[in-house]
């Protein structure tokens, strides 16, 4: 069964860092692109970063705004997102998604059930 | 920037209805929506994409329709299971961006 498990949550002082992970379950994780999704308290989703399956094509939100790095180990089924200088409005629900193919320009098709950043003081 | 405005914000529907939820698009996007099906707890599941497709495994009372800027879902003779948030999705340019969402619930 096809399942992303996302870690790395926690509580966060601003300015910090945190880094999030993506394990990819069930499927052949080097073949396709992946997302990073955040979801505010009360808020509409938001689309963070997205990677190709071979990391050759990346692409940010505006308001990342260099803060964030989107990467991906194939040997290891894994995904992560490093986010730097963090502020309170980084506070969210973070998603990992799968894309429907390799390269950056599709949908997610599968998600994770998010994994939880506070960021404050 | 695309930006999609998604409405109702809620919508009470009994079982049987018909529930009708539309996703507007600032700029021509061609085809390029996909709707999606999210509940508390649960991982959010993928109900159609490019604009009209059902995704595979996905009932058909759920439809969709609409492409360039205007964009609608569908749920036909609604069952209580269906009762859930639901939101579209724009892939047709940098950034991706979302509608605000709907939340369905049952009356």
């Known amino acids: 069964q096809v399942q992303l498990l996302e870690s790395g949550g926690g509580v966060v002082l601003p300015g910090k860092s945190l880094k999030l992970s993506c394990a990819a379950i069930g499927f052949t994780f080097r073949s396709y692109g992946m997302h990073w999704v955040r979801q505010a308290p009360g808020k509409g989703l938001e689309w963070v970063a997205v990677t190709s399956n071979d990391e050759t094509k990346k692409r940010y939100a505006d308001f990342v705004k260099g803060r964030f790095t989107v990467s991906r180990d194939n040997s290891k089924n894994m995904l992560y997102l490093q986010m730097n200088s963090l502020g309170t409005e980084d ?5 990992c998604a799968k894309a429907r193919y390799s390269n950056i320009n599709f949908g997610m098709d599968v998600w994770g059930r998010g994994t939880t950043v506070t960021v404050s003081s | 920037e695309t930006t999609l405005t998604q409405s109702p914000v809620l919508v009470s529907a009994t079982p049987g209805d018909k529930v009708t939820i539309s996703c507007k698009a600032s700029q021509d996007i061609d085809d390029d929506v996909n709707w999606y099906q999210q509940k508390p707890g649960e991982a959010t599941t993928f109900i159609i994409h490019e604009a009209t497709t059902l995704v595979p495994g996905i009932p058909p009372r759920f439809s969709g329709s609409g492409s360039g800027t205007d964009f609608t879902l569908t749920i036909d003779n609604m069952e209580s299971e269906d009762a859930a948030y639901y939101f579209c999705l724009q892939h047709d340019n940098f950034p ?7 939340k369905v619930e049952i009356k």
């Open chain 1, 91 to 95: 506070t969210a629900v973070y998603y």
């Open chain 2, 96 to 102: 991706f961006t979302f509608g605000g969402g709907t």
